[in-house]
Nanobody, 121 residues
Framework: QVQLVESGGGFVQAGGSLRLSCAASGRTFGMGWFRQAPGKEREFVAAISWSGSSTYYADSVKGRFTISRDNAKNTVYLQMNSLKPEDMGVYYC?????????????????WGQGTQVTVSS
């Protein structure tokens, strides 16, 4: 069982930035970030292949968020810039047992506990 631990969440003003990290207990393959606001469904944010050569973004974050990874550290990152109140929620790191990226939550086997991101208006 692969364990994923997110960190880097916090409170920021609109327009600010945060960088989330997801540390894996072992080798990771395709990785993704999802988020969930209170009372709303979990939604896809970004995904990255094992090599980092392929990335995918939700339209709502494209141009503002950047997903990256450092396989030597078994860590994936989500750089979030120009944050908006609608970005607020719990952000979850997810991993799958293939090298390809995926945009559906059911395509992932491993999940972190989540980290809270709060954006003031």
């Amino acid at each position: 069982q692969v364990q994923l631990v997110e960190s880097g969440g916090g409170f920021v003003q609109a327009g600010g930035s945060l960088r989330l990290s997801c540390a894996a207990s072992g080798r990771t393959f395709g990785m993704g970030w999802f988020r969930q606001a209170p009372g709303k469904e979990r939604e896809f944010v970004a995904a990255i292949s094992w090599s980092g050569s392929s990335t995918y973004y939700a339209d709502s974050v494209k141009g503002r968020f950047t997903i990256s990874r450092d396989n030597a550290k078994n860590t994936v990152y989500l750089q979030m810039n120009s944050l908006k109140p609608e970005d607020m929620g719990v952000y979850y790191c997810a991993g799958r047992r293939t090298s390809r990226a995926a945009v559906k939550d059911y395509e992932y086997e491993y999940w972190g506990q989540g980290t809270q991101v709060t954006v003031s208006s």
